[in-house]
């Protein structure tokens, strides 16, 4: 149950494309399509922004898009608004119901 | 709409003991597998368990087995974690979640352990 890997931070301006990524083993990421990236203002509760690698709740907006190639699963946050600044965390499923996350990534807008 | 709410944090010294609680509202908690998760203070996501709708399946984190014992009471549509033998490294927020099928798709708000002497 080892932690994903994020990178510490990300920072795009405004209306630009960020991509943070989050490497696993083939035990975890790489095993399941069931990575998750949550959304974390704060002093906030985690929000859900993806699940199932690529679908979005209702309620979140297109410009957040999931993908996930072999034991890395990527976040891109399209058209950067500066409501978007704040923590993100992934979060895999690793087999019998045990969940593992990404230590977090602050992005950033300029 | 989906709420939960946690309750039963605090300051407890080394050594103690605290149950959690998580009230749920809004959603058939029945039909529901549920997490514990906690943040350090500025430190990231730990998953710390999960329990199954009907609690026949329960699973911790393998750094917390033995301290940390999980439950649920469905007529009552709430969630506890009991957190023995409290250390330092313990104090956190400690959210419970709503597990849909492989994520957690509510949070509650969190309720603060701070363990300290």
């Known amino acids: ?10 920072s795009g301006s405004p209306g630009q494309s960020v ?9 975890d990421v790489g095993g399941y399509n069931y990575v998750s990236w949550f959304q974390q203002h704060p002093g906030k509760a985690p929000k859900l922004m993806i699940y199932d690698v690529t679908k979005r709740p209702s309620g979140v907006p297109d410009r957040f898009s999931g993908s996930k190639s072999g034991n890395t699963a990527s976040l891109t946050i399209s058209g950067l608004q500066d409501e978007d600044e704040a923590d993100y965390y992934c979060c895999s499923y690793a087999g019998s119901f045990i969940f593992v996350f990404g230590g977090g990534t602050k992005v950033t807008v300029l | 709409e989906v709420q939960l709410v946690e309750s039963g944090g605090g300051l407890v010294k080394p050594g103690g003991s605290l149950r959690l609680s998580c009230a749920a509202s809004g959603f058939t ?3 529901y597998t549920m997490n514990w998760v906690r943040q350090a203070p500025g430190k990231g996501l730990e998953w710390v368990s999960s329990i199954s709708s009907s609690s026949r399946y329960i699973y911790y984190a393998d750094s917390l087995k033995g301290r940390f014992t999980i439950s649920r009471d469905n007529a009552k549509s709430s969630l506890y974690l009991q957190v023995n033998s ?4 313990d104090t956190a927020v400690y959210y419970c979640a709503r597990v849909l099928a492989y994520t957690s798709d509510y949070w ?10």
């Open chain 2, 86 to 89: 409290l250390r330092a490294e």
């Open chain 1, 1 to 10: 149950q080892s932690a994903l890997t994020q990178p510490r931070s990300v």
């Open chain 2, 108 to 117: 509650g708000q969190g309720t603060l352990v701070t363990v300290s002497s």
């Open chain 1, 19 to 27: 991509t943070i990524s989050c490497t696993g083993t083939s035990s």
């Open chain 2, 29 to 31: 908690f029945s039909s």
